[in-house]
């Protein structure tokens, strides 16, 4: 065997979600999503104990060390599910699932993206309202999303179910 074939030393990590009790971490509710960049980036999407949408970015080559993730980024105060994807441009978009109705973000399925690798969020934009979704907290929604591309233009689809109705929608 040659010595590049050979693994590394495990060696203990440190992420912006750690410790792993602050991170909601259940079977009904999604693991952080790591997405790499053509920059040579990791971002991370996760939802925390309270229910948040937080975000974060990294170099590759610093992976697992935690003080050299970016400041986590709130993205929004109530998830229950979410999906992302980058685009070939570099452009991150996501979409989530909100249980918790505000007196400005009622229930629903919401959208927005970053176009400079996660540094800046565009606002999130209700895509299907639904008063139902408040009964769905903890993980028990289905959102995600995906990317065509063609000649340098975009198409976004994005899928989610609503439960209650016993529907799945394509948007």
Known sequence: SKSQDKWSTPVAV??????ASAVNFTSEAPIPLLIPDNNGSIHALWIDKQG???YSHVQAAKFGNGSDWEPRVRLSDSASGFGAAMDPQGRLHL???RTVAGD???AGVYYLNSVDGGTNWSQAQLLYQSSYFRDLAGGRTNVGIAIGSSD???TIYVVWDNPPLKRVFLG
């Not at 440190?14 to 410790?19: G, K, L, T």
Request: net charge negative; hydrophobic share 35%.
């Open 104 to 106: 400005q973000s009622p």
């Open 95 to 97: 979409v989530y699932v």
């Open 152 to 154: 340098n233009a975009n």
């Open 14 to 19: 440190n992420f912006p979600w750690s410790p």
């Open 52 to 54: 948040g949408l937080d």
